[in-house]
């Protein structure tokens, strides 16, 4: 029973819940990348390259026969696929450069002196009054 108790202690850490909702959120924001690259961007590029449909673009390698399928090298997809890559890095370079912008300014901003201690205070009250006699 160790290891389950273990294994929850370390699922249900900070660092691994976040981790999780950041893949979970990653995953979905792909889905998302994919399909704009896939249904608003590559359409008019293979328009302006003369009707071209980046999905279909393919080198056939060996023809297809009786019971085979062809093969081929279907680089449109490929493609697509380094178009999805580029978007998803380029996002991710602008959470990255934020969050390292906010915690710069952090590091910048003047901290605020530590209120004086009992002992100080205490001690600039009686200097206080032995310059008032």
Do not use: C, H, W
Not at 30 to 54: H, R, T, Y
Not at 55 to 71: E, H, Q, W
Not at 103 to 116: F, G, I, Q, T, Y
Request: aromatic share 8%; proline share 4%.
């Amino acid at each position: 029973m160790s290891m389950i108790k273990e294994f929850k202690a370390f699922a249900m850490r900070g660092n691994v819940v976040d981790m999780a909702v950041g893949i979970v959120i990653g995953g979905a924001f792909g889905k998302i990348v994919s399909s704009f690259v896939a249904d608003v961007v590559m359409p008019p590029l293979g328009m302006l390259l003369g009707g071209v449909k980046f999905a279909d673009l393919a080198i056939t390698l060996k023809k297809a026969s009786v019971g085979v399928a062809a093969v081929t090298l279907n680089y449109g997809k490929f493609v697509q696929t380094v178009v999805d890559f580029v978007i998803i890095a380029f996002a991710i370079f602008m959470v990255i450069r934020g969050m390292n912008s906010l915690r710069k300014k952090e590091e910048e901003a003047p901290a605020k002196p530590a209120a004086p201690s009992k002992e100080e205070t205490l001690l600039t009250e009686i200097r206080d009054l032995l310059q008032q006699k």
